[in-house]
């Protein structure tokens, strides 16, 4: 099992980054997958979550209306679409998979 994210990076607050998460060495499209974050000094955080089908979205209240999880199973990839950020969204995002698996994460700083 691998996963690798990436589009993380410096942002001005109000700005938009778009997260992805390239899956591998499983079947894809029949697991649920997570982004979580974790800012410094804090805990690890669910930001949110997709279904396998992408037929079902939860996301954090703390996202909610600003970040739309989604995934392409044909690509094995996830997405985050983060919208309108603040600096309370600085963090490394991770990707995850049941039974423990994680990515590296990937930073994101959202600062003027």
């Known amino acids: 099992v691998q996963l690798v994210e990436s589009g993380g990076?410096?942002?001005q607050p109000g700005g938009s980054l778009r997260l992805c998460c390239a899956a591998s060495g499983f079947p894809f499209s029949?697991?649920?997958?997570?982004?979580?974050?974790?800012?410094?000094?804090?805990?690890?955080?669910e930001v949110a979550y997709i279904?396998?089908?992408?037929s079902i979205t939860k996301y954090?209240?703390?996202v909610k209306g600003r970040f739309?999880?989604?995934?392409?199973?044909?690509?094995?990839t996830v997405?985050?679409?983060m919208n309108s950020l603040k600096p309370e969204d600085t963090a490394v995002y991770y990707c995850?998979?049941?039974?423990g698996y994680w990515g590296q994460g990937t930073q994101v700083t959202v600062s003027s």
Do not use: C, F
């Not at 029949?30 to 955080?45: F, I, L, N, T, V």
């Not at 279904?51 to 992408?54: M, P, Q, V």
């Not at 739309?68 to 094995?76: L, P, Y």
């Open 60 to 62: 954090a209240d703390s």
């Open 30 to 45: 029949s697991y649920d997958m997570r982004w979580y974050r974790q800012a410094p000094g804090k805990e690890r955080e």
């Open 68 to 76: 739309t999880i989604s995934r392409d199973n044909a690509k094995n």
């Open 96 to 99: 995850a998979r049941r039974g």
């Open 9 to 11: 990076g410096l942002v």
């Open 51 to 54: 279904h396998y089908a992408g």
């Open 79 to 81: 997405y985050l679409q």
